[in-house]
T-cell receptor, first 113, second 111 residues
């Protein structure tokens, strides 16, 4: 079993829908939880990060971490066609660059106008 | 332009050839990383570096060599390319673990 599991999709939703993207993990030592967005033929870019459990909101995006269930989520409200991309969850045990990120395989999202 | 660049962007090579992928960043970030991205596997870490002359193996290091003589450069060499190394390669840099900045990628095809 991989350390981080993520449904690859594809996920197709109409414009304006609420999107829920999820990852599960097995390593209880993970403390930092990130969501990266990757447009087609581009490198990933950091969208949000959360330390430990809890919620974090940034505009239309909300990240949730439930460490007891080893489950993280990204919600996108009022989804737009420009949100169409692959979303990668990533996790790390520590803050230092010596503790590499472990990525999920990514979920491909299409928002249809 | 400032940022992180990779070259070449596209490369076709033959089995057994040596090929070097270049990565350059202008932020003076301490940490640099090489990943490969394949369908069904996602992003997998090949090598990373905490500073000049300090490198460590990641998840899939076999068949690759890295060096870091200067903070801003982190080249990745495939010593004898194999078809299984056909992939998209991403370089990234960071001041911390979670906020990594990725380059545009190099699409490598080994025939």
């Amino acid at each position: 079993q991989k350390e981080v599991e993520q449904d690859p999709g594809p996920l197709s939703v109409p414009e304006g829908a609420i999107v829920s993207l999820n990852c599960t993990y097995s390593n209880s030592a993970f403390q930092y939880f990130m969501w990266y967005r990757q447009y087609s033929r581009k490198g990933p870019e950091l969208l949000m990060y959360t330390y430990s459990s809890g919620n974090k909101e940034d505009g239309r995006f909300t990240a949730q971490v439930d460490k007891s269930s080893k489950y993280i989520s990204l919600f996108i409200r009022d989804s737009q066609p420009s949100d169409s991309a692959t979303y990668l969850c990533a996790m790390s045990e520590g803050h230092s660059g010596n503790t590499p990120l472990v990525f999920g395989k990514g979920t491909r999202l299409s928002v249809i106008a | 332009d400032a940022g992180i660049t990779q070259s070449p962007r596209y490369k076709i090579t033959e089995t057994g050839r040596q090929v070097t992928l270049m990565c350059h960043q202008t932020w003076s970030h301490s940490y640099m990383f090489w990943y490969r991205q394949d369908l069904g596997h996602g992003l997998r870490l090949i090598y990373y570096s905490a500073a000049a002359d300090i490198t460590d193996k990641g998840e899939v290091p076999d068949g690759y060599v890295v060096s870091r003589s200067k903070t801003e450069n982190f080249p990745l060499t495939l010593e004898s390319a194999t078809r299984s190394q056909t992939s998209v390669y991403f370089c990234a840099s960071s001041m911390s673990s979670y906020e990594q900045y990725f380059g545009p990628g190099t699409r490598l095809t080994v025939t």
